[in-house]
């Protein structure tokens, strides 16, 4: 929203002066009649735009001018696009092997029109030849050349046991640790550590930090979580995030509405959990940081995660939920940025519902990306269901236009798309 200038503030003495002239000149009007010309005819001085001198009104004015080039630019780029091209924005692919020739990542990325794609060492994508910082970069480069709009380059880069990028940079402090520091500069600078090395091998989007509060015994994300209250994650998943995006990285919240209360043998990957607390200990808890978060910090993107919350939707899992992403995170809790889901492979989703139908389900509910498709054939089942969807009008051409949009204006924000 832009915001509107304060009005200037003339000296006190000025002011009594211009309002003791204003009235002799209405009794002098009154006197002669010449009070009874019509309204229309009686002209008002147009103000003189006053330009704001504190550091903070120039910055704001900055900011709002930014951000109406940047939507300018995005309404643009949307116009020129075909409704196949905007269904692969709403996409973010995984692709199999070490090169990007020898893989299905070019055509995904040249003939579907995918608007990312996400590392997986387990996919062998760090395997040789793209095993050191001068091979790996090199693959960022030649899928940018093939895309028609820039990609979104993305990890899962968290620390600890989630350390994606361990091949080229060693070990790295997990989340809990960095909570147990007590000390938000370091957590600030580990966040930009990994912003560091993300640059250097050309990666511009990182799948992290987790902001679920870790309550269960034992936790499903051990050693992923920064605390087991809701003000020290906030405190500190914001520092990190913070460390990202301060450095030009998107940085993505995880995992919308909360998987902390769950233990290890509610796996996602390997089921539907269900999570069966209260609305209010959900907004003390699971919710809190994201609040916090969403208001100070201003995160780039939040994953949401299919898990069962039945206080928010008892019959579908989060990110398949219009109630938990249009409703709460949408509505109550104010965001307004790029919502991406989980891997749509995980069995918790693919034991009911097919990708392409998860897909569908997911961008009705809220979400503006879809992750998870590994090949053409899964991408194309997905264009086409959204071309189906949209077609019989459970998509609509709106919902897709906002949700590409959204992505457009973050990939301009980060300097992705050059503006």
Not at 201 to 230: E, H, K, Q, Y
Not at 345 to 354: E, L, V
Request: proline share 6%.
């Amino acid at each position: 929203m832009i915001k509107q200038s304060q009005p200037t503030a003339y000296p006190i003495h000025r002011t009594v002066l211009q309002r003791s002239f204003f009235s002799i000149c209405c009794l002098i009007l009154l006197l002669t009649g010449c009070a009874n010309i019509p309204q229309q005819q009686v002209s008002t001085p147009t103000p003189t735009p006053t330009r704001q001198t504190t550091t903070k009104g120039d910055e704001n004015t900055a900011e709002d001018l930014a951000l109406s080039q940047r939507l300018a630019k995005a309404k643009s780029i949307l116009q020129q696009m075909s409704l196949e091209e905007k269904l692969g924005q709403l996409i973010m692919v995984e692709y199999m092997g070490a090169t990007y020739e020898g893989s299905e990542l070019s055509y995904m990325v040249s003939k579907q029109h995918v608007g990312g794609y996400l590392y997986q060492s387990v996919n062998g994508n760090f395997d040789p030849p793209s095993n050191t910082i001068d091979t790996a970069k090199q693959i960022p480069i030649s899928a940018n050349q093939d895309a028609k709009i820039p990609l979104l380059i993305a990890i899962d880069q968290e620390g600890g046991e989630v350390n994606k990028l361990a091949t080229f940079y060693g070990e790295t402090p997990s989340a809990s640790t960095l909570g147990a520091s007590d000390d938000p500069e370091t957590v600030f600078k580990a966040g930009t550590q990994t912003a560091e090395h993300m640059k250097q091998l050309g990666i511009n989007t990182d799948l992290a930090p987790v902001v679920d509060v870790a309550t269960a015994t034992p936790p499903l994300l051990s050693m992923r979580t920064f605390g087991t209250n809701a003000q020290t994650v906030s405190t500190y998943a914001g520092q990190f995030l913070d460390g990202l995006q301060k450095n030009n990285i998107i940085g993505t919240l995880k995992h919308f509405p909360g998987l902390g209360s769950l233990t290890s043998n509610d796996d996602p990957h390997n089921t539907l959990p269900i999570v069966n607390r209260s609305r209010q200990d959900l907004d003390k808890i699971d919710l809190a940081p994201y609040k916090q978060i969403i208001e100070n910090e201003h995160p780039a993107m939040i994953m949401s995660t299919d898990v069962v919350t039945t206080a928010i939707d008892p019959d579908l899992p989060a990110e398949l939920s219009p109630k938990a992403i249009n409703g709460v995170l949408r509505k109550e809790l104010g965001y307004n940025g790029v919502v991406i889901t989980d891997g749509l492979y995980m069995q918790g989703i693919t034991a009911k519902w097919s990708i392409p139908e998860a897909a569908v389900m997911a961008i009705v509910a809220g979400n503006d990306m879809i992750e998870g498709p590994y090949d053409s054939t899964q991408v194309e089942g997905v264009i086409e269901a959204l071309q189906k969807a949209v077609q019989s009008g459970e998509l609509t051409q709106q919902r897709v236009d906002e949700a590409v949009e959204r992505i457009l204006l973050m990939k301009l924000q980060y300097g992705i798309i050059k503006a």
